[in-house]
């Protein structure tokens, strides 16, 4: 049986453009509006198609250059057709951000939106790769999701994903054990909470400032919702079913969400925290030491 649309959507991350604007697009500005004074070089970590980088060399004329770092070969190439007008302005690396070579760039601005959770548990190398790719002066803006976890460690997404698969025919209480045995790890697992992140971060980075704001997610259609969770998350759950059966958990997954929208009036929602961190000072002055934990 050949594929259906929705899986191959999953396969190739596609259509994000349009599933982002349901949560992650609205870091974009909220990230970009910290931005300071006049940078010369932003490195954005996690750069998916681009968008980021596309908005913030259209929004800062003194950014010689503008760095995307990802790992989806198809984002890649989507986020090189969308930043092609901007020539060597922009420039697009593949990486595996749980092990960042050195780049030849420092920048006064480094980004990462909606990514850090992919990252775990091994965030604290790319804190490390950070302070170490940081301008003097530079800033690391973050964000990080935190949705509950419940008893049996599932919250945001894993839920929705509970719904599917109850629908479609797993106990509730099975849920946990089924991703376990297939080496999915929750979501809610994988978004430290802003405790345990202070403590990762705090070997490499100091916090300057932070914000908060809930990220509530609202569709007008199961279809919308199927969608965004197969451009976002891909077939992360779905490898959970054998491939005949997943074209339906996308299906149950668009009709979990819209059951929620009817009954609640949103289908999710979660606080998410934009920090705004620096290198520690002795690191920046070159003495090539990491200072101790703050
Ligand atoms: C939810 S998307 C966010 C994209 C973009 N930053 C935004 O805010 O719209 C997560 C991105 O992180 C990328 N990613 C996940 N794990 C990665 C890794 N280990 N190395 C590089 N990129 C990774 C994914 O391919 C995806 O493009």
Known sequence: MSP???????RTLAGYADASRLRQVHDRDWVLDRVTGSPETLIDLGSGIGQLLDTALGRFPSLRLAVG??????RLAEAARRLAPYGD???LHAADLTAPEQLPYRAQVITQTSVLHWLYPDEDRIFAWVAEHLAPGGRFLLTTYHPARDAQGLGGEDELVREALTALGTPAASVAALLAAHGVLPI??????????????????????????????TVDSAEQY??????TFGDYYAQVLPGPRRADFYRAVGAAA???????????????????????????????NRPARA
């Open 4 to 10: 259906s649309a929705v899986e191959i959507q999953a």
């Open 69 to 74: 770092l990802e790992r989806s070969e198809h």
């Open 89 to 91: 302005r922009a420039v």
């Open 188 to 217: 809610a697992t994988r978004t430290r909470t802003v405790d345990d992140l202070l403590a990762v971060l705090a070997p490499h980075l100091r916090v300057a400032g932070h914000a908060e704001r809930d990220a509530v997610v």
């Open 226 to 231: 199927e969608h965004f969770h197969a451009a």
């Open 258 to 288: 819209w059951r929620r929208q009817n009954e609640r009036g949103h289908v999710s929602h979660m606080p998410v925290r934009l920090w705004e961190l620096t290198a520690h000072e002795e690191f920046v002055a070159g003495t090539g």
